[in-house]
T-cell receptor, first 113, second 111 residues
Framework: DAEITQSPRHKITETGRQVTLACHQT?????MFWYRQDLGHGLRLIHY???????NKGEVSDGYSVSRSNTEDLPLTLESAASSQTSVYFC????????????FGPGTRLTVL | EDQVTQSPEALRLQEGESSSLNCSYT??????LFWYRQDPGKGPEFLFT???AGEEKEKERLKATLTKKESFLHITAPKPEDSATYLC????????????FGQGTRLTINP
């Protein structure tokens, strides 16, 4: 069955380190998204991509970057991890530009000490 | 500013006690409204999409409705397995394919 996976599921790192979170989907969806979920803020969009070589900033993109070299993967990189980036991160994908359902991965819980 | 507000923040019901969750929105232009269910430690799971005022969708004990300013998720005769956080999100006409999420309603069904 097609699915969307994230790895690692849990990560503890130190302030200042570079961290990369992986997202892989097998639906062949063009659109992929990264969100973070925090108490009191709900889900907030970090970056998104409409296809290979396309990336766009969301509402909370500072300190994060993404690259899209193939359809299946959209890794999220924290250039220099900060304690404020402790959160649960979700990847999602959808099929087209228009109002199509976004399907979410299981999440990565990141702790920055 | 585009905003989505869900109420109540938390709701505790007895098994079989029907109720409704509310999602109100003030947005520049609505392309669609989504409902998701999220269990602890898991990603949001898609439930419904509504596109226009007056539209209704049903799935088992859940029914979602949409007006021009809000959406309701009605839960009829709930069971303990319906306990979860229910998230509402709006897809805006402008601003790419961006979903704006509410903060969710945490629903607990006691046996």
């Amino acid at each position: 069955d097609a699915e969307i996976t994230q790895s690692p599921r849990h990560k503890i790192t130190e302030t200042g380190r570079q961290v990369t979170l992986a997202c892989h989907q097998t639906w062949n969806h063009n659109n992929m998204f990264w969100y973070r979920q925090d108490l009191g803020h709900g889900l907030r969009l970090i970056h998104y991509s409409y296809g290979v070589q396309d990336t766009n900033k969301g509402e909370v993109s500072d300190g994060y970057s993404v690259s899209r070299s193939n359809t299946e993967d959209l890794p999220l990189t924290l250039e220099s991890a900060a304690s404020s980036q402790t959160s649960v991160y979700f990847c999602a994908s959808s099929e087209t530009h228009r109002t199509d359902t976004q399907y979410f991965g299981p999440g990565t819980r990141l702790t920055v000490l | 500013e585009d905003q989505v507000t869900q109420s109540p923040e938390a709701l505790r019901l007895q098994e079989g006690e029907s109720s409704s969750l509310n999602c109100s929105y003030t947005v520049s232009g609505l392309r669609g409204l989504f409902w998701y269910r999220q269990d602890p430690g898991k990603g949001p799971e898609f439930l419904f999409t509504l596109y226009s005022a007056g539209e209704e969708k049903e799935k088992e004990r859940l029914k979602a409705t949409l007006t021009k300013k809000e959406s309701f998720l009605h839960i009829t005769a709930p069971k303990p397995e319906d306990s979860a956080t229910y998230l509402c999100a709006v897809h805006l006409i402008q601003g790419a394919q961006k979903l704006v999420f509410g903060q969710g309603t945490r629903l607990t069904i006691n046996p």
